[in-house]
Every structure is written in C-alpha cells, then in structure tokens.
C-alpha cells in the first residue's frame, strides 16, 4: 500500500501562535486535548447539523458529526502511513465555528453579516477564528499550525474527486473566505473528505429515519450497488474506495465510477432533504428567532454600553451573560479594530440551539415583571 508524506517539516507544522512546552501527549494530541476541553466544542453537542430534532436521541447532532469526521479521516490517514493524531484533531476542531441551527443558521447569520457591511459568514473561516482568538477568554486555543490549516480548509460541503495538498504554508491572518483554500497536508485533505462521507449517508439515514423520504423516490439501484442502503456501508465502501484509488501522483480521492455515484446521491440529497419543505420551515422561523436575539442585544448595547448596572435591570441570563462576554472580549475586539456589531454577531453565531432558544424565551416572557404579583398572598384572591 502507498505512503504519503507531507513537504512541509514537521518542525514548521507544529508551530503555534505562543510558544509551548510539549509533553508526553506530542503536538497533535495536546491540540485534541485542548479543542475537548474548550466551551464551543461543549456547544456542539446541542447544535444541529441537518435537523432540528433536540428530543430525538437517534438524529446526528454537530457533536457526532465531528466525532465520525474524527474517526473517518483516521481510518484513511492510518492506510497510508499518515499522523492519524493530527486528522483526529482537524476532525473535532474542524467545525468549531458553527452557527446553531446548521447550514440554515448559517444562512440567516451570513446574511445579517453582508447587512452590516462585514462580509459574508463562512464557518469555516468562522472556526478558525474561534481556535485564533475568541476561544478560552479570548486568548484562542493556541494550536499548531497544521490542525488551524485544516480547519479552515475543511469545506466539505464541495464534493471533488480528488485532491493534493498544497505543499505551501498560508497565512492565517489573511484568511477571510474559504475559496480556493486547498489543506497544506494529506492529513487535513483526508478531513476534508472525510466530512463529505461523513454527512452524506447520515444526512440520507436521518431524513429516513424521521419519515421525510417516504412520499419520495428511492435512490436509483446503481448508486446503491456502489454506495451501500446503509450510512456505515456507504462509509465503508466510500473509504474503501479512497484508499484503493489514491497515490501521491493522481491525489488522495474516488474512483470514477464511485464519484459519479456520489454525485448522484449529493443530488439526491440535495433535491429531496436539503430543499424540502421541513427545512424550508427552519428557514423562517429561526430568521425570526435569530434576528430578535441580535435586535435585542443591539439596544442593549446602544442604551447601556458598558453600564452594569443596565444589564443586571434586564433581570435574564441573556442580558447578564452577553455583559460579562462583552466587558471580557471588547478589548480584543478593538485591538483587530473591530466593532461591537460584530461582537454581537460572534456572540449569537456562537449560541446552541437550547441557548437561542432560551434567549427568546426570555426576551419574549419576561417572568420577573410578574415577581411581585406571584409573591402576593392576594394575588389570586378568590373574588367572585
């Protein structure tokens, strides 16, 4: 079986924003060990990945999502004598960054981005923002050079055949879209695909699973017979097929026959689950529901600025959690020249689901207002 090797020296890979002293756990397994540890990697596991569905044990959530990224890319990297310790951390890190509410989350907060004149918002390039500087306090996540490359390089949402790695070191600074970012090691190229494979039968298995497919035609018997009528048989026979067709001259990637099967089932996925009428739902009612939470924190900000005293008068967790956020990162904002409407964003585009949805909850029904009635003994005096 073919070895791959990277062109870049280790030593250069595994440079960091702040020098560190390594221990027994090596470059690559600290930064694992750090992205765990972190609040927005604890967040994932209350984010969507394609359905919103919190009381469904069985529907994959952003958590297992980078977990089967983590354990696929793995797979690969170990066939070809790659660090399956740097994919495994590409893996969890890889989508940090993510909107709560999935790709229709992400939609609506790139949206309020463009309306702010802030560019669009990418989550990849979001993520790795996150591990370079809004992560642990604002002081990031400080991980190598290799692991940040292929977070922000994951894209896995565009299908290829195959691909090489640059071979070249970027600057991460510079980085504000993900287009025509390509991952400097094989190690994050097989991220990359790893997060198509991983979402492709989940995505497929989990819209069965809620009935979504039942009125739809089934995917055609010759996709099928290459694909698998599984998730685990298509992730086997997808990583199966990576390694038997890739060498450091063609690239790491699918054989023909299988990527166009593929593409076959990325359409059908798209035409039957991505554009169904269930997501078109999500679409308008977490419109409504983020851009109440960003109105609300935007007046907020305009009426009491730094003033704590405002904020603790708003009597909610939203109010009392978004000033302490703010007094916390506002330097950091203002020493990339920044401003407070892209801290707003941050903040919102950071939440879980459960947490937005508790954020509304509190801005819409505001119980203390009630405090004083309820604690009356005539409040609800019998009267009549």
Known sequence: MVKLANEIPYSVLTQRQRPRQEDVRGAYYRDTTAIIHSSPFSR??????????????????RMEHVLHVASIASTICRAFGL???????????????????????????S?????????????????????????????GLNLTYAV?????????????????PSGSVKDLDSITERKGLVPSTWEAVAVRFSDSIAYLGRDWEDARRLGLLDDCPP????????LGSSNSSIIN??????????????????????YQAVLEMTEYN??????????????????????????????????????????????NMLAAGFYAHLVELKDNYQQRGEGLDRLVLDYVAGMSDNFALDCASEILTPGHLNDRIEQSQRGKWFDA
């Not at 981005?113 to 604002?138: I, K, M, Q």
């Not at 940040?148 to 090489?164: A, M, P, T, Y």
């Not at 269930?278 to 007046?299: M, N, P, Q």
Request: aromatic share 12%; charged share 25%; net charge negative.
């Open 237 to 258: 026979n997808l990583v199966m097929n990576i390694i038997l067709n890739t060498d450091e001259n063609d690239g790491m990637g699918f054989s023909d026959e299988m």
């Open 44 to 61: 994932l596991k209350h984010k969507t990945q394609v359905f919103f569905a919190p009381a469904n044990d069985h529907i994959c959530t």
């Open 270 to 315: 798209y035409r039957y689950i991505y554009k169904s009428e269930i997501l078109a739902g999500y679409t308008c009612y977490f419109t409504r529901l983020l851009k109440l939470i960003v109105s609300y924190l935007d007046e907020l900000v305009k009426e009491y600025g730094y003033d704590k005293k405002g904020y603790d008068e708003e009597k």
């Open 148 to 164: 940040q490359d292929g977070i922000v390089s994951h894209c896995g949402e565009h299908f290829v055949q195959r691909l090489f």
């Open 83 to 109: 660090d399956n310790e740097l994919a495994w951390a590409v893996g969890m890190g890889h989508d940090l960054g993510h909107t709560p509410f999935g790709h229709v989350g992400e939609r609506i907060i």
């Open 219 to 226: 995917v055609s018997k010759e996709v099928t017979a290459l």
């Open 111 to 139: 949206a309020m981005f463009r309306e702010r004149g802030l560019g669009g918002f990418e989550h990849e390039v979001n993520s790795l923002r996150v591990v370079r500087c809004l992560a642990n306090h604002g002081n």
